[in-house]
């Protein structure tokens, strides 16, 4: 019921930093809201680690690997969600995939509480 698409991945150079967008979407025309958003991420023959979620209040949580470094944002107006990446190293290569669960009508009647997931863009830091 939920399309996530992410954007703003690349190479950059250690130091550097990256902005990643997600924008979710709906097929119902009725108005909607996500209570959590967050940002993933999984490098080749790692697990998956959770990066940064916001809730729809504004309340964040961040890796300890990613605390002072990145900051998760987002448009509730618009459904989308951002990861501001400062100060990048080459351990924050990964394909990074955006992530909501908790949709309702409004702001109010929980509607479906399944996980989506977006399609991943990757992000890569090299010298």
């Known amino acids: 019921q939920v399309q996530l698409v992410e954007s703003g991945g690349g190479l950059v150079q250690p130091g550097e930093s990256l902005r990643l967008s997600c924008a979710a979407s709906?097929?119902?025309?009725?108005?909607?809201?996500?209570?959590?958003m967050g940002w993933y991420r999984q490098a080749p023959g790692k697990a998956r680690e959770l990066v940064a979620s916001i809730t729809r209040g504004g309340e964040a949580n961040y890796a300890d690997s990613v605390k002072g470094r990145f900051t998760v944002s987002r448009d509730n107006a618009k459904k989308n969600v951002y990861l501001q990446m400062n100060s990048l190293n080459p351990e924050d290569t990964a394909v990074y995939y955006c992530?909501?669960?908790?949709?309702?009508?409004?702001?109010?009647?929980?509607?479906?509480?399944?996980?989506?997931w977006g399609q991943g863009t990757q992000v890569t830091v090299s010298s």
């Open positions: 709906r097929s119902t025309s009725s108005s909607f809201s996500i209570d959590t």
């Open positions: 992530n909501c669960r908790g949709i309702r009508l409004g702001d109010f009647l929980l509607i479906d509480d399944k996980t989506y």
